[in-house]
């Protein structure tokens, strides 16, 4: 037995002297009592004590121990649940463009016309593209969980108006109306120890998604607020929102709700946002009502 059990067993004994001696002690005038007892009847009565406590012992530990067994066997078996959706949803975003380009060389080596061939030749060159900017998400996500933070202190005010003028050239927003919330007086957003890369992408990354999935004449507001020891983060949006039963996965690896899978992306940007939030220490949720939009927040760490 190790020295934990031990040590366990032989308290147990000494408790369970102490509370027969207290018992004693409260019952009778005199605490003194005299006991003649013969060793061999000694020895059996400790022995038959001692046996009692080790029994126990070994019963709390060894059921300490197979709770311990069961969760490690639970964790284990939702992280393999977790890497199998995973690689099923890998085999689905590979193997869509993959046949795309298969098609489009097909198509390529048959057509005779020029026009046909510059289709063919353009539905290739989108479909690498997505291939090429699936991997590099897959990239970004195995580095934020290894790589060391490159930290400094981050000027959050201008993180996110930069993102909000990159987010407003692009030509998907031109019948969106965007908005920009952001604290300017009599101070700004305070400074925060992060990755100012990381954070700008996972800015933009919520301002393009918000985009994306919104549509024409839906507003998109980004808005911050600083609280106590954090800084608030917000994208929000009037758009379709998310349904119910997806809320629980989008923030899972390559996950596509039913309303939006028939919009062109990789299923690793909100991912990749919870990996950079969490890096930094902070958190991130999210709160959707079907038919009138979503909010996200970040909420992350002062200092």
């Known amino acids: 037995m190790p020295r934990s059990r031990w040590g366990f067993a032989f308290g147990w004994v000494a408790f369970s002297a102490l509370i027969i001696a207290l018992l004693i002690d409260a019952q009778t005038d005199n605490p003194i009592v005299y006991v003649r007892i013969d060793l061999a009847t000694l020895a059996l009565c400790m022995g038959a004590m001692l046996s009692c406590v080790m029994a126990l012992s070994w019963w709390f ?13 639970r964790i284990q078996a939702q992280a393999s649940d977790e890497r199998r959706r995973f690689l099923r949803r890998l085999d689905h975003e590979l193997k869509n463009p993959l046949t795309a380009i298969h098609a489009g060389l097909a198509n390529l080596a048959d057509s005779a016309s020029l026009d046909s ?9 989108a479909q690498t593209v997505r291939i090429s900017h699936l991997t590099a998400d897959l ?13 400094g202190p981050v000027d959050l005010n201008e993180i996110l108006e930069e993102a909000f003028m990159v987010a407003e050239e692009d030509p998907r927003a031109a019948d969106r109306r965007l908005n920009l919330s952001i604290p300017r007086a009599p101070w700004p ?13 996972a800015t933009f990354n919520l301002l393009d998604n918000a985009i994306k999935y919104s549509r024409p004449g839906d507003t998109i507001e980004l808005r911050a607020f600083e609280g106590g020891t954090m800084v608030t983060i917000e994208i929000a949006d009037t758009g379709p929102g ?62």
């Open 117 to 125: 061939r510059q289709e063919a030749l353009s539905s290739v060159k």
């Open 139 to 151: 990239r970004k996500l195995a580095q934020l969980e290894i790589g060391e933070l490159e930290r």
């Open 61 to 73: 530990i060894n059921h300490r121990e197979r709770r311990v067994r069961i969760e490690a066997m």
């Open 189 to 201: 957003l305070p400074k925060i120890n992060g990755d100012r890369d990381l954070l700008f992408l």
């Open 242 to 303: 998310i349904a119910e039963e997806d809320l629980p996965y989008v923030w899972d690896e390559l996950y596509r709700g039913h309303t939006t899978r028939s919009v062109e992306g990789s299923g690793l940007g909100l991912t990749l946002v919870r990996a950079i939030v969490e890096r930094h220490g902070g958190q991130a949720n999210i709160r959707s009502r079907t038919g009138q939009g979503t909010v996200i927040s970040l909420r992350i760490p002062i200092g």
